[in-house]
């Protein structure tokens, strides 16, 4: 990991730090970059409510004094005020790629349920067009057959998820994510992909060497990812 990298990510997460407001739900995301957003947050010490992606990150936010909350079960949350999270590919389009932290289903959860979400992002994750690996979650059972049906997809030697399933990459090649976003979200047994749609992004915030750059993406207020 370059050095150079982390100042990116820091830079982009200070800044989505900064757009968080007293009072605000909050849903927090997973990884690298979101490791700079947690101290960035809890530093400015507003009242908030956040909900997290995986349990590393509800780890490191409680231990920063951040107040955690469940969105498991009817009593949780059902609207959020803002998502803030790293991507691992952005492209042009606005279209992402998510969970090389194994932890998209949540996330895109999150994300369903917010009135904003901002992608944090050193430059390094720009690209021209988005390519496999594409995250996928699946179902333990049927498995084999979920396998047999996707066809190129490779298993991830790492833990399930929180919620029980199977972590892997779609590898094959494609040109059109919607197209692809639609055929996992059809395929029995994938639980979730990691291909998020600009439908449910508001805005992409690039660490780019010493400058942040903020790109809009998409400013609708009710957004789901089947839309
Ligand atoms: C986790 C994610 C992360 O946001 C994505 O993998 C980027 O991670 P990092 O900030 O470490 O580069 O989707 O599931």
Not at 48 to 63: F, G, I, M
Not at 157 to 181: Q, W
């Amino acid at each position: 990991m370059q050095l150079s990298n982390e100042n990116e990510k820091q830079l982009a997460a200070d800044t989505g730090a900064e757009l968080v407001q007293d009072g605000m739900y909050v849903g927090l995301g997973t990884g690298s970059t979101v490791a700079w957003l947690l101290p960035a947050l809890a530093a400015r010490r507003l009242e908030l409510s956040c909900v997290a992606s995986s349990p590393a990150t509800e780890q490191v936010a409680r231990k920063l004094g951040l107040r955690v909350e469940s969105f498991a079960g009817r009593g949780a949350p059902a609207q959020l005020d803002i998502v803030i999270d790293g991507a691992d590919q952005v492209a042009p389009s606005g279209w992402l790629v998510k969970g090389g932290g194994a932890a998209h289903t949540r996330e895109k959860a999150l994300v369903a349920a917010a009135e904003r979400f901002v992608v944090i992002v050193s430059s390094d994750k720009v690209v021209e067009r988005l390519r496999a690996p594409v995250p996928l979650e699946l179902l333990e059972f049927g498995l084999a057959a979920t396998l047999a049906r996707l066809q190129t997809v490779t298993l991830r030697d790492v833990p399930r998820s929180p919620d029980g399933g199977v972590i892997a990459d779609f590898t094959g090649p494609f040109d059109d994510p919607a197209e692809l976003a639609e055929r996992l979200s059809l395929t029995v047994g994938v639980v979730e992909h990691g291909l998020f749609p600009p439908e449910l992004v508001s805005e992409v915030v690039v660490g780019r060497g010493e400058k942040v750059e903020r790109i809009p993406v998409h400013d609708g207020a009710t957004r789901s990812p089947d839309s």
